[in-house]
């Protein structure tokens, strides 16, 4: 089957989840067509099946903003007609679902239909696509898709909440390869981030407010009056700076190590022994599942999905949003007893179980056949 994925290239959830997703369905023999403004991050080469189509968007003065929709409109056009693609599957609904119909429609123009599957990632409801002046555009879009997915109950029900919805919203969480992590045969390099062999607490996010990343450094404050710690802060955004600024206010700076955007998760997690996530809103919060498919435990927000993802008082612990003290104190309690810890460690990691790449894939593949029959018969 060939499939076109319109995603973002970035380090956020949703493009890393839109890239993984595709380069698992290379491996199984489909054809895959990225389209999107640069390379994802996480693709480091063309493979036999992957494809990847740019969307230039030239700069044109008299435009104050640049018309990227129809520029990946015309791309998705394009890249269907030519590679005869049998799929649309567009992930985060802004602008992508918008685009992939008027995609869809010209190409009814020139007699060529093609099913539409919308995956909402979070923020394209919760926080942004609700908004006044987004919400009708993206209630057509949705409403438009022949199926649409959500990456967890909690966002279905959000989005059935927020928006007058028509189509029915199936949810398929995200997932992780669990195998790749089942033995951890390479020593981690811990050393070298901790000489004197601190523990690591590490937060990774895009630094959006709603991430509250005051309330990672304020938890790890308190913890760091307790134990020997280090936190790293993984992730580049607007609160970035903020955030420096309060580690030098609160003399924290020698403990605080801001690393920036990586690509070397799976190395900063691998020495990790705690993975904080105080979000103010979380659809899944896939970054606390990759923490705990390397056997870290998550002390996270009782927030939107992730309740579905971290088991409280089994792979971490759920705390009220913005309770700092809370969320030291269970910090503490799973990382000041060395075998308590180590329970937690392989609890996170059989949690995280639950989201195997085959096993979830697989929902997203019964979609594909379903939409190839039900659509073009
Ligand atoms: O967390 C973000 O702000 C980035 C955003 C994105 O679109 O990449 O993440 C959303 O999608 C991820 C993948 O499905 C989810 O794991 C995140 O929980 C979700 N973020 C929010 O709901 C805030």
């Known amino acids: 089957m060939k499939i076109v994925i319109v995603c973002y290239p970035t380090f956020g959830g949703s493009g890393v989840v839109a890239t993984e997703l595709g380069l698992y369905l290379v491996k199984k023999g489909y054809e895959i067509h990225f389209i999107t403004y640069k390379q ?14 740019e969307v230039h968007v030239p700069t044109y003065d008299l435009f104050k903003y640049q018309p990227y929709e129809l520029a990946l409109s015309s791309k998705i056009v394009d ?35 093609i099913p539409m599957i919308t995956t909402l990632h979070g923020t394209d ?61 390479v020593p981690c390099e811990k050393f070298q981030i901790a000489p004197d062999n601190e523990l690591i607490i590490t937060h990774i996010s895009n630094f959006r407010p709603l991430k509250r990343v005051i309330d990672v450094l304020k938890t790890f404050k308190i913890i760091n009056e307790q134990l020997k710690v280090k936190l790293l802060m993984v992730g580049d955004g607007p609160e970035k700076e903020r955030a420096k600024r309060y580690c030098k206010s609160q003399q924290m700076e020698n403990a605080v190590l801001f690393l920036g955007n990586s690509n070397q998760i799976d190395e900063i997690l691998c020495f990790s022994d705690l993975f904080l996530l105080p979000s103010e809103q979380e659809s899944f919060g896939l970054a606390a599942l990759e923490a705990m498919v390397h056997r870290v435990p998550v002390v996270c927000s009782d927030a939107g999905g992730l309740p579905e993802v971290i088991e409280n008082g089994v792979s971490g612990f759920l705390c009220p949003v913005g309770d700092i003290d809370d969320m030291a104190h269970k910090a503490i309690h799973i990382l000041e007893d060395h075998e308590r810890h180590k329970v937690f460690k392989e609890q996170a990691y059989e949690s995280s179980k639950k989201f195997e790449m ?16 039900n659509y073009l018969g």
């Open 79 to 113: 890249v269907v007609k030519k590679h005869k693609i049998d799929l649309l599957h567009v992930h985060y609904a802004i602008p992508h679902a918008y685009a992939a119909y008027m995609g869809k429609k010209m190409l009814e123009d020139e007699s060529i239909q």
């Open 125 to 185: 409801i919760t926080l942004v696509g609700s908004h006044p002046f987004y919400k009708k555009a993206v209630q057509f879009s949705i409403n438009h898709s022949e199926y649409v997915t959500a990456v967890s109950d909690s966002l279905k029900q959000d989005t059935e909440r927020l928006f007058d919805v028509t189509t029915k919203i199936q949810v398929i969480p995200n997932f992780i390869d669990v195998e790749k992590f089942k033995f951890n045969t």
């Open 358 to 373: 085959e096993k979830v894939i697989s929902n997203y593949e019964s979609l594909y056949t379903e939409a190839k029959q």
């Open 40 to 53: 994802p991050v996480r693709i480091q080469n063309l493979t036999y099946g992957l494809h990847f189509h």
